[in-house]
């Protein structure tokens, strides 16, 4: 498959997860399991790819995150939304309990993260945010946003690790972001995946005081900001989603 043809499928969930919503189901289930096309991404006795998608344990649960986040983009809140898989392959060389266990806690801290990841702004002063021009106290004020919601977070039982990444979807792929200046995979996959979506929905709506911009306007941006701001691998995957959704009209 070409990255064109995985973004077509992703495109094709998030249109199947669409029309189940008007047709009323209040539970979703995206199927990872044997006999499903994500675990063939997601073993490595199948998965042979030198590309993004394949070789890494990070490589290979990309295509499951990318598509559950895009899923969970249109989904209500409301409702639940839940991935099955196969948690082993029951063969030398195959996926483990472990790394089932991993991709499950990172595909529910993405559905979760990207709730409540800026929970940290309703503790900031809504007058500051809708600010055109930030003092410098104002701005590191803004700044603290992400671990504001740490803080307010830490004292819930998630069963992972949910808070590190909110903590760190303001870090960027250079080591300029905040709160720490982490650089390219030492940030969360997770948090790499919500701070490019919440960069393309803070500029495509228009949010305070911002006017918006086209979708054309907005791709050129991201993609000018791949391997400075942002993952490069996960721009190109977003733009291959959005092309195939623009493609279907």
């Known amino acids: 498959m070409s990255a064109r043809d995985i973004a077509q499928v992703q495109a094709d969930f998030v249109a199947a997860a669409k029309r189940a919503l008007a047709a009323g189901f209040e539970w979703l289930e995206l199927h990872f399991a044997h006999g499903y096309l994500a675990h063939e991404f997601y073993s490595p006795l199948a998965n042979r790819r030198t590309d993004h998608y394949g070789g890494s344990f990070e490589n290979r649960i990309r ?30 060389g195959g996926v483990t309990v472990d790394e089932s266990i991993e991709t499950t806690e990172e595909v529910e801290a993405v559905s979760i993260g990207a709730i409540l990841h800026d929970v940290g702004l309703l503790m900031l002063d809504p007058q500051m945010l809708a600010k055109p021009d930030l003092s410098g106290d104002e701005l590191r004020k803004i700044r603290s946003h992400p671990e504001l919601a740490a803080v307010f977070l830490k004292d819930l039982r998630f069963p992972f690790d949910v808070v590190k990444m909110i903590r760190h979807h303001h870090e960027r792929w250079d080591g300029l972001g905040y709160p720490e200046g982490l650089r390219e995979t030492s940030i969360p996959i997770g948090s790499r995946i919500i701070g490019l979506i919440e960069a393309y929905e803070v500029m495509t709506s228009g949010k305070g005081y911002r006017r918006p911009k086209g979708h054309r306007q907005v791709l050129a941006e991201l993609e000018n900001e791949a391997g400075a701001q942002f993952d490069p691998k996960v721009v190109e995957a977003f733009r291959e989603l959005l092309t195939q959704k623009g493609d279907r009209g």
């Open 63 to 92: 295509f499951l995150l990318e598509t559950f986040a895009a899923v969970r983009k249109v989904w209500p809140e409301r409702l639940p939304l839940t991935a099955r898989l196969s948690v082993t392959d029951w063969i030398d």
